[in-house]
């Protein structure tokens, strides 16, 4: 079976290797009947895709069909940039944006992205949510500070294996809930650039 990691512009396939055959086998992937590419590992990207499309992408093995799903591209979501308007953040590593990249965060909807450019980006703990995408450019940061204080109101969580009360992480998903399980779906964090806590 396929499984799907999809964009506006880009497909990533995935599936898994059966156990009996060996390690030299080559898949062939087809878009829409085109043969696109082979690849030996089990898993394939699409790129320079239109967004918003529905494409079939098929999978063969030695000769035959290994497997076929149908796949549409997302739409273009708008950039929130966080270094422009209103957000004003500063990638100088020396400013502290905490506060305006957390704004561009709790604004961004399932048809928007929050956006990092290039450049430092010192920040303390940041809360993301449920159905949204940050995208951190190649030459961008997220630089996490050195102050304890900035990773505070502490949240319940285990360390070593022990529940308690510890500094929140630079990115956050949730907090650690034994009733009610994990609450947030959908979140995706992509780029060439660096997070470093």
Not at 160 to 189: D, F, P, Q, T, W
Request: aromatic share 10%.
């Amino acid at each position: 079976m396929l499984k799907t990691v999809v964009y506006c512009n880009s497909i990533t396939i995935y599936w898994e290797k059966e156990w009996e055959l060996s390690d030299d086998v080559e898949y062939s992937v087809y878009l829409n009947g085109k043969l696109t590419g082979k690849t030996f590992r089990t898993h394939f990207c699409l790129n320079g895709l239109n967004a918003g499309v529905e494409y079939i992408v098929r999978v063969e093995r030695l000769g035959k069909v290994f497997d076929e799903t149908t796949v549409c591209t997302g739409k273009i979501k708008k950039i929130i940039d966080v270094s422009q308007a209103p957000y004003y953040a500063i990638g100088d590593g020396k400013t502290i944006n905490t506060t305006v990249i957390q704004r561009a965060i709790d604004d961004c909807t399932t048809d928007k992205c929050v956006y990092i450019p290039d450049g430092v980006f010192l920040t303390g703990a940041l809360k993301l949510h449920s159905d949204m995408e940050l995208f951190i450019s190649a030459n961008a940061v997220l630089q996490g500070t050195a102050n304890p204080s900035d990773y505070e109101p502490r949240i319940q969580s285990r360390y070593e294996g022990i529940e308690r009360k510890c500094y929140k992480a630079l990115l956050n998903l949730g907090e650690m809930s034994h009733s009610e399980g994990c609450l947030y779906k959908n979140v995706v964090i992509r780029g060439g650039g660096k997070i470093l806590g």
